[in-house]
């Protein structure tokens, strides 16, 4: 029997195709994920991997099978599948492994307007009926089975977007776009088609196997020839997607990368002159830029653990405008709450166009402080390890100890946070501080505590 424990994470399902993800299997998470949504029909869609399309019919074949009508939409990315959940209230499955190598595949789930499907959301229980059936055999089959229909939603997700940001009085601009081979190449000509941008396209071709480099644009490795690219070309900026498009990295005219804070903090901005006095959304490693620019901007800033499914839930809770994270995630309100990086792209444009300066310019007011990136450690006892950077600072007075999401450690000149893989034998450090000699003596000094 399939070993549901290695595949179910907390957000999503995902394995190696077909040792641990085949098709029969993906047919009894269709019929599951029908049962515990309660879904009458369904909308799938799928990434260029070799094996998603057929197993994303497997698994409209088994929502079928139980009595849903399924709404195939094809290649997509995955926040265009959240825009068909939003604009047609159905409950959706995206077939992605993101920027996982090519062997990977998986199921992002949402019940009906995006909302997320994780492991406090019903994805324990769709686990759990997965389990019994293949112990015990599928189940019967729906005295009336549901109905197969295609639908091509690529044009409604783009007018959409376009929509909730005005370019039209935008100064014309270059930009570079690396798709990674993933499914920004399937989009961007859509989205960007009409607008005052000389497209410069790399890697647009779709293909699963990644020929040119991994679709995960937080890998500095992995922007290299973006960067390249900018120069080259003299363009006003860079964007690279990841797998299925749904994360979205900037590099500004230098050939430098901006941090996702920043993006997080000048859409803030620009969402707050919309929705005066919102609520803003970002994780617990995002800079202390971003709420100090939603404070000065008259916004309320929410923290909250890292994660979408955590992301989400504060934005229902407090009705939240935007929210964004580290990551290059980044949740929109007038987007179901759900994430889209090609959203947070259109308003770098639109803040771009709209003024005469370079972009490095631009973000240098929400660039403040100097951060670490996220650095892994492989450790043999997290826990240890964690209590032991918590007793190296316990006697320093200016010190404050926050366990919200790992630990965070602060004082009025520098911060660090420090949590635990779900999924690895890791801890993951970040660092910020006033400056960067700072931020460097207090990364290289946890560092010794973790790795000692």
Not at 196 to 223: C, S, W
Not at 425 to 447: C, F, G, I, Q, S
Request: with cysteine.
């Amino acid at each position: 029997m399939a070993d549901l424990g290695q595949i179910v994470k907390a957000y999503d399902v995902r394995g190696v195709y077909p040792d641990q993800l085949d098709d029969r299997l993906v047919e009894l998470f269709g019929a599951a994920f029908v049962e515990v949504t309660g879904a009458t029909a369904i909308v799938v869609g799928h990434d260029m991997r070799p094996s998603s399309p057929h197993l994303s019919a497997s698994f409209a074949k088994g929502a079928v099978r139980r009595g849903a009508d399924a709404t195939l939409i094809g290649l997509c990315s995955t926040d265009q599948l959240y825009y068909a959940s939003g604009a047609l209230d159905l409950p959706g499955a995206m077939f992605t492994a993101s920027h996982n190598p090519a062997r990977y595949n998986g199921i992002k789930m949402c019940r009906a307007g995006a909302a997320p499907v994780g492991q406090d959301t019903g994805l324990a229980e769709i686990r759990e009926l997965v389990e019994t059936w293949l112990a015990e055999g599928p189940p019967e089959d729906a005295a009336k089975p549901g109905t197969i229909t295609q639908r091509d939603t690529l044009t409604d997700y783009a007018a959409h977007l376009l929509s909730l940001v005005d370019l039209s009085a935008n100064r014309p601009l270059k930009v570079v776009v690396d798709a990674g081979n993933g499914m920004g190449g399937h989009t961007v000509p859509t989205v960007f088609a009409g607008l005052a941008v000389d497209l410069v396209p790399m890697y647009f071709e779709l293909d699963g196997t990644f020929p040119n480099h991994e679709a995960n644009p937080l890998d500095p490795r992995n922007i290299v020839d973006l960067q390249a690219r900018v120069l080259s070309e003299g363009a006003d900026l860079g964007l690279a997607f990841d797998g299925d498009a749904d994360r979205c990295f900037v590099v500004d005219e230098r050939g430098r990368g901006v941090s996702p804070s920043a993006i997080t903090a000048l859409v803030a901005e620009r969402e707050l002159a919309k929705h005066p006095g919102g609520t803003v959304i970002h994780n617990l490693i995002t800079s202390l830029s971003v709420p100090e620019v939603v404070r000065e901007h008259g916004g309320k800033p929410v923290r909250t653990r890292v994660g979408h499914s955590f992301i989400k839930a504060e934005m229902a809770r407090t009705g939240a405008i935007f929210g964004g994270e580290h990551s290059a995630h980044y949740y929109f309100r007038e987007f179901w709450n759900a994430d889209t990086g090609m959203l947070a792209a259109l308003h770098v444009l639109a803040a771009l166009g709209g003024q005469s300066g370079p972009l490095s310019e631009l973000v240098a007011s929400y660039d403040r402080y100097a951060g670490s990136g996220e650095i892994n450690s492989t450790v043999d006892d997290q826990q240890a390890r964690l209590a032991a950077v918590r007793n190296a600072f316990a006697d320093r007075e200016d010190v404050t100890f926050d366990d919200l999401d790992g630990l965070t450690v602060t004082t009025p000149d520098w911060w660090f946070n420090l949590r635990a893989s779900n999924t690895e034998p890791l801890l993951r450090l970040n660092v910020e501080a006033r400056d960067e000699p700072t931020m460097t003596k207090v990364r290289d000094e946890t560092l010794a505590l973790i790795r000692s």
